[in-house]
T-cell receptor, first 113, second 115 residues
Framework: AQKVTQAQTEISVVEKEDVTLDCVYE???????LFWYKQPPSGELVFLIR??????QNEISGRYSWNFQKSTSSFNFTITASQVVDSAVYFC??????????FGQGTRLTINP | DTEVTQTPKHLVMGMTNKKSLKCEQH?????MYWYKQKAKKPPELMFV???????INESVPSRFSPECPNSSLLNLHLHALQPEDSALYLC??????????????FGSGTRLTVV
């Protein structure tokens, strides 16, 4: 069975601090895709990144970076120099096999000015 | 502007009403999805349509009836809902086959309240 665990339910930091959101996944499939989505209060799920199981390169996009480690089944997300606009719920998700995204419980991130 | 458009944004309906949620995309995606998201919970898959055919039904009660009239449109017909069906209903679309470079594109959702 596929499972995603986001152990941090809520995180609150002061603006400009760095923050890391943890994601641990479980799957028996050798081919799978991992995603991060941002959900602001408006409700829309905003795509941030997709990684396939064969690509362990870390990625940086502006203030965002992702660390994918198959050895520990983790796909962590770091925001550098956080800003108030980063406040949202962040979901890590796994797709393996069928066209079904399995989401973690989400981490509510609050950036305080 | 989101590339997946959902209407209405908000809906309040009684338990005896019949209503429909609408989703539209013009990205040429051939797979479309309905997800249900309860407050402070992650989205959960309800239905998947691939090439306008229902391919996945996650054991959803029959009071929810999906329809895919064409490759750009996805409807969710609602009838005799219960208050516990109140939730955010999200529509998504994707390329049908890998690589799904951009993943799944979600709409802003319809906030449904059943009274």
């Amino acid at each position: 069975a596929q499972k995603v665990t986001q152990a941090q339910t809520e995180i609150s930091v002061v603006e400009k601090e760095d923050v890391t959101l943890d994601c641990v996944y479980e799957t028996r499939d050798t081919t799978y895709y991992l995603f991060w989505y941002k959900q602001p209060p408006s409700g829309e799920l905003v795509f941030l990144i997709r990684r396939n199981s064969f690509d362990e390169q870390n990625e940086i996009s502006g203030r965002y970076s992702w660390n994918f480690q198959k050895s520990t089944s983790s796909f962590n997300f770091t925001i550098t120099a956080s800003q108030v606009v980063d406040s949202a719920v962040y979901f890590c998700a796994l797709e393996a096999g069928a066209q079904k995204l399995v989401f973690g419980q989400g981490t509510r991130l609050t950036i305080n000015p | 502007d989101t590339e997946v458009t959902q209407t209405p944004k908000h809906l309040v309906m009684g338990m005896t009403n019949k209503k429909s949620l609408k989703c539209e995309q013009h990205m040429g995606h051939r797979a479309m999805y309905w997800y249900k998201q309860k407050a402070k919970k992650p989205p959960e898959l309800m239905f998947v349509y691939s090439y306008e055919k229902l391919s996945i039904n996650e054991s959803v009660p029959s009071r929810f009836s999906p329809e895919c009239p064409n490759s750009s449109l996805l409807n969710l017909h609602l009838h005799a809902l219960q208050p516990e069906d109140s939730a955010l209903y999200l529509c998504a679309s994707s390329q049908d086959i890998p690589p799904r470079t951009r993943g799944y594109t979600f709409g802003s959702g319809t906030r449904l309240t059943v009274v």
